[in-house]
């Protein structure tokens, strides 16, 4: 156990769905990022929120939203969602942005889009 | 900009044989250098780090990592490969120069160790 917590662990829901997956960063981390693994693009940077903050955007979509709330949590919601963004959605935190001991992640929850 | 690269789809070895994972990077400044492990089903396990010092660096599990800044290049090496090492390697950077605090990584390589 990573100490990062993702739920749920899968997910499998209708295109045109909204779905929100769930993030709980190790004790201590205030920082957290989401990234989207599929096999045609790897693994690709979301975003990323620091104390409840937002602090890097990356290839996320418009469809796609995020937020930390004060307990540190994270959440991120997707939205009208189509076939091609069934992926593995990975949560990692760190205790400070751009900690150099690197990040710790969750197990990912697998969305599935049908 | 920040990129990694990661020659290699496929990486197959025997048992006992040396392994080695490609990795070349592109920052504008310095590098962070990370590399991880995952296994079928499971998140990402850092494996080793490089931030500044010695080039050669030592992880998890009984891998290494060589720093070269002339080649731009980050490999992962085990002296004697396990089946059990079989497993998707990502490289990863960070540039130091940049404002956010995302780490990069290599679009992945699969290491298959047969017994």
């Known amino acids: 156990d990573s100490g990062v917590t993702q739920t749920p662990k899968h997910l499998i829901t209708a295109t045109g769905q909204r779905v929100t997956l769930r993030c709980s960063p190790r004790?201590?981390?205030?920082?957290v990022y989401w990234y989207q693994q599929s096999l045609d693009q790897g693994l690709q940077f979301l975003i990323q929120?620091?104390?409840?903050?937002?602090?890097a955007k990356g290839n996320i979509l418009e469809r796609f939203s995020a937020q930390q709330f004060p307990d540190l949590h994270s959440e991120l919601n997707l939205s009208s969602l189509e076939l091609g963004d069934s992926a593995l959605y990975f949560c990692?935190?760190?205790?400070?942005?751009?900690?150099?001991?690197?990040?710790?992640f969750g197990s990912g929850t697998r969305l599935t889009v049908v | 900009a920040q990129s990694v690269a990661q020659p290699e789809d496929q990486v197959n070895v025997a048992e006992g044989n040396p392994l080695t994972v490609k990795c070349t990077y592109s920052?504008?400044?310095?590098?962070?250098l990370f590399w991880y492990v995952q296994y079928p089903n499971r998140g990402l396990q850092f494996l080793l780090k490089?931030?500044?010092?010695?080039?050669l660096v030592k992880g998890s599990y009984g891998f290494e990592a060589e720093f070269n800044k002339s080649q731009t290049s980050f490999h992962l090496k085990k002296p004697s490969a396990l089946v059990s090492d079989s497993a998707l390697y990502f490289c990863?950077?960070?540039?130091?120069?940049?404002?956010?605090?995302?780490?990069?990584f290599g679009a992945g390589t699969t290491v298959t160790v047969r017994a």
């Open positions: 490089y931030i500044t010092g010695d080039n």
């Open positions: 004790s201590g981390d205030l920082s």
């Open positions: 990692a935190s760190s205790f400070m942005p751009g900690d150099s001991y690197g990040y710790t």
């Open positions: 920052v504008s400044g310095n590098p962070y």
């Open positions: 990863a950077v960070r540039d130091l120069r940049s404002n956010d605090y995302k780490l990069s």
């Open positions: 929120y620091y104390n409840g903050e937002e602090r």
